[in-house]
């Protein structure tokens, strides 16, 4: 039976780059070896983690001064990371507090210095993404998360800063047209848009590095894995090869600004099903939906039963929401196609038609 997989992460991807990527373990580009049994230093591995990077910084339309690596300890080590690379000794950080994910990464922040949290929504259960807020001055960095993929709230604008911009971009990086010059640090897990569970994208601007007056653990500095071109140790090469092929499934689709285009299409489809349809209602706060994780309920828990029988006889899968929030969570990232979201709709509309 088809599947629809509606998972947040690890979650969908291209079934074009799932075949190639099968292909890779067996007989890796016709070398009769596989991919995961060559070593990291040969030259065919060499050249897939140089593609990646290239891919990176082609498609975010990087200006030249950043470097792109691909390291491992997933988004959550960079919690601890950014705050060692960039906070000065003594130094204070700001924060945006938008639910789990920043709140776990402010804890990280305060092992090495003072936090200031600017603006928070979590007296609203996180369903808004906070505005009007004064941006403190006195910072080392200011740190957001663009995507909150428990809540499926999204920032729409970018604090304005004189400071440095870090930005947890892990759920909704590849997804949407953006400046990305505008960051000094972003950092994604592979395993929404990009690959495999396994490897962590960092973009860094060169000149940021190397100010704080710290002593780094090697393994954390950015420094390190820049000069060893992201091979300081053994990389994840398996989901850096996936994200290889991802990102030139995306760049052969037309790049950002294609998907851009169909990930606004694919929201709006399910977003206006939810507001029509009396049996359900939305989540976030509607300027602040999210364009990769939908968020919605039933208006009427008694019909949990018969709507989860629906979607699961269409073969939809990985649409419980979060335990914090419940109901339902669409997670529709870049590879999902309409189609299935489109069979999402058909099954909400059953359910009213029932
Ligand atoms: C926005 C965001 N940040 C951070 C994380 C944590 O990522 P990891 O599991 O790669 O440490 C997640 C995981 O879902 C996330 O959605």
Redo the contacts with the bound molecule.
């Keep these: 039976m088809k599947k629809h997989n509606f998972s ?2 690890p979650c969908i991807l291209p079934q074009e780059v799932l075949k190639k990527a099968s292909d890779a373990v067996l007989n890796f580009n016709g070398i009769d070896l596989s991919l995961i049994e060559i070593s990291h230093r040969s030259k065919e591995f060499v050249e897939v983690m140089e593609n990646a990077r290239g891919l990176v910084k082609e498609l975010l339309d990087l200006p030249e001064g950043y470097s792109v690596l691909f390291l491992q300890g ?3 080590l960079e919690f601890l990371m950014a705050p060692y690379n960039l906070l000065k000794v003594d130094g204070k950080s700001a924060y945006m507090d938008t639910g789990a ?1 920043s709140s776990k990464a402010i804890k990280e922040a305060k092992l090495l210095g003072e936090v200031d949290v600017f603006a928070s929504s979590k007296d609203k259960g996180f369903n808004y993404i906070p505005k009007n807020y004064t941006l403190p001055t006195d910072v080392d960095y200011v740190h957001v ?1 663009s ?3 428990i809540y499926g709230t999204q920032l729409k604008e970018f604090p304005k800063t004189d400071s440095l911009l870090v930005c ?1 971009m ?2 909704d990086i590849f997804s949407r047209q953006l400046d990305f010059s505008q960051f000094d640090l972003i950092y994604a ?1 592979a ?1 929404k848009n990009m690959g495999p ?1 396994g490897t ?1 994208l960092v973009v860094v601007k060169d000149a940021v590095l190397g100010k704080t007056g710290r002593t780094i653990p090697a393994m954390l500095d950015y420094q390190v894995h820049i000069s060893k071109d992201s091979m300081f140790n053994t990389p994840a090469v398996f989901p850096v090869y996936v994200s290889m092929l991802t990102l030139q499934w995306l760049k052969d689709l037309g790049g950002i600004s294609e998907i851009e285009k169909i990930n606004k299409a694919k929201a709006d489809l399910l977003y206006v099903e939810i507001d029509r349809n009396p049996l359900f209602k939305g989540f976030a706060e509607k300027n602040d939906r999210s364009l990769m994780n939908v968020t919605f309920s039933l208006t009427d828990e008694s019909y949990k039963e018969a709507f989860d029988k629906i979607w699961n006889a269409d073969g939809i899968s990985g649409i419980k929401g979060h335990r914090s929030v419940g109901g339902y969570r669409a997670s529709i990232y870049n590879a999902m196609p309409i189609e299935s979201i489109q069979i999402l709709v058909n099954a909400m509309q059953q359910l009213e038609k029932q």
């Design positions: 947040a992460g997933g988004a959550s994910w998360t995507n909150n993929t947890d892990s759920s897990g395993q569970a962590t």
